[in-house]
């Protein structure tokens, strides 16, 4: 897999002598890396940079909420970038990361959901939206849409519905690509 193409777990594409994002209890795992010129093609909710890679980190954190201390970092210059070693967890170990965390490529479609909260509960709204999300909706992973929180973007959802991290970020933060105010939420069944 070339650096700097997008992709899902793995050994991120980082910039040299970067800082593995860590907390108190461990390494964060690497989640996944956009390239946002593979992006361009596609309407999003809100304009991105036509390059540059956004790389995305989770912290499994115990004792405090999922998602503490994650990080998300655009980079500017992905041609500066060069393959990185993970930094493993000693609470999963290496065998966690070869089993769940192994680099996989990402395929992009165009997709659009309908966020059914607002909506009045009908037999024919419910038929329209199954049919509606069957034909544009089907998706693993889901960037750059709505979020349950007003004033918010989902930057990222990763991972199936009963097992989803969603990275959550102000969406006049990411109009600047400031993503010191993430919001991280992981759901799991």
Same mark, same amino acid.
């Given at each position: 897999?070339?650096?700097?193409?997008?992709?899902?777990?793995?050994?991120?594409?980082?910039?040299?002598?970067?800082?593995? *994002?860590?907390?108190?209890?461990?390494?964060?795992? /690497?989640?996944?890396? +956009?390239?946002?010129?593979?992006?361009?093609?596609?309407?999003?909710? $809100? *304009?991105?940079?036509?390059?540059?890679?956004?790389? !995305?980190?989770?912290?499994? #954190?115990?004792?405090? *909420?999922?998602?503490? =201390?994650?990080?998300?970092?655009?980079?500017?210059?992905?041609? $500066?970038?060069?393959?990185?070693?993970?930094?493993?967890? *000693?609470?999963?170990?290496?065998?966690? $990361?070869?089993?769940?965390?192994?680099? %996989?490529?990402? &395929?992009? #479609?165009?997709?659009?959901?309908?966020?059914?909260?607002? +909506?009045? =509960?009908?037999?024919?709204?419910?038929? !329209?939206?199954?049919?509606?999300? !069957?034909?544009?909706? %089907?998706?693993? $992973? %889901?960037? /750059?849409?709505?979020?349950?929180?007003?004033?918010?973007?989902?930057?990222?959802?990763?991972?199936?519905?009963?097992?989803?991290?969603?990275?959550?970020?102000?969406? !006049?933060? /990411? =109009?600047?690509?400031?993503?010191?105010?993430?919001?991280?939420? /992981?759901?799991? &069944?």
């Amino acid at each position: 897999m070339p650096v700097g193409r997008s992709k899902f777990c793995g050994e991120p594409d980082l910039p040299r002598g970067f800082q593995w *994002p860590m907390s108190c209890d461990g390494p964060c795992h /690497f989640v996944a890396q +956009l390239n946002l010129a593979e992006l361009a093609l596609f309407e999003t909710a $809100h *304009p991105l940079p036509p390059d540059g890679l956004l790389s !995305f980190f989770f912290h499994d #954190a115990e004792g405090h *909420p999922e998602g503490a =201390n994650s990080v998300v970092y655009y980079f500017s210059e992905p041609h $500066h970038l060069e393959r990185t070693a993970i930094s493993v967890d *000693p609470r999963f170990g290496e065998e966690f $990361h070869e089993e769940h965390l192994y680099s %996989r490529c990402f &395929s992009f #479609a165009q997709a659009y959901v309908i966020e059914e909260d607002e +909506l009045p =509960n009908s037999f024919e709204l419910r038929s !329209f939206i199954d049919s509606f999300e !069957f034909h544009f909706g %089907r998706a693993t $992973h %889901r960037l /750059f849409g709505a979020s349950q929180f007003d004033g918010f973007l989902t930057l990222g959802s990763f991972g199936e519905w009963s097992d989803r991290i969603n990275f959550l970020v102000p969406i !006049f933060d /990411f =109009n600047v690509l400031d993503f010191s105010m993430l919001e991280v939420e /992981f759901h799991c &069944s």
